[in-house]
C-alpha cells in the first residue's frame, strides 16, 4: 500500500524559510506530477504547485510563485517544497499527493505537516 509522509513543518517568524519533504513507499511514482497542497485553519485544501516526472515542469499558484520552489528526487521517492519568505498567510497543513496531472491527487492523503507563520 502507497504511503505519503509529510515533514519538515514548524513554527517560523514571517520572512523566514522552511524546507518541507514528502517520502513516498510502497511504490514509484513514475511518469506521475507530485503536487503539494494546503489546507488552512477553516478553509479547504487548496493546491500549491507541482512538479513533473522528469522536474523540468513546475507550476504554482499565484500567492506562492516566486517564494516556493518544488523539486524532487526519484531516486529517494521523495519531493521537496522550499519556502522562503514566508507570509502569516501561508500557515496550513501541507499535504503531498501524486497524479497524472498537475493539482490532482490520486492516493490516499498523508497525515500533513504543520506550517505555521508568524508576524
Known amino acids: 500500500q502507497v504511503q505519503l509522509v509529510e515533514s519538515g513543518g514548524g513554527l517560523v517568524q514571517a520572512g523566514g524559510s522552511l524546507r518541507l519533504s514528502c517520502a513516498a513507499s510502497?511504490?514509484?511514482?513514475?511518469?506521475?506530477?507530485m503536487s503539494w497542497f494546503r489546507q488552512a485553519p477553516g478553509k479547504g485544501r487548496e493546491f500549491v504547485g507541482a512538479?513533473?516526472?522528469?522536474?523540468?515542469?513546475?507550476s504554482y499558484v499565484d500567492s506562492v510563485k516566486g517564494r516556493l520552489t518544488i523539486s524532487r528526487d526519484n531516486a529517494k521517492n521523495t519531493v521537496y517544497l522550499q519556502m522562503n519568505s514566508l507570509k502569516p498567510e501561508d500557515t496550513a497543513v501541507y499535504y503531498c499527493?501524486?497524479?497524472?496531472?498537475?493539482?490532482?491527487?490520486?492516493?490516499?492523503w498523508g497525515p500533513g505537516t504543520q506550517v505555521t507563520v508568524s508576524s
Open positions: 512538479i513533473s516526472w522528469s522536474g523540468r515542469r513546475t
Open positions: 510502497g511504490r514509484s511514482f513514475s511518469g506521475a506530477f
Open positions: 499527493n501524486a497524479g497524472p496531472d498537475p493539482a490532482t491527487a490520486t492516493l490516499a
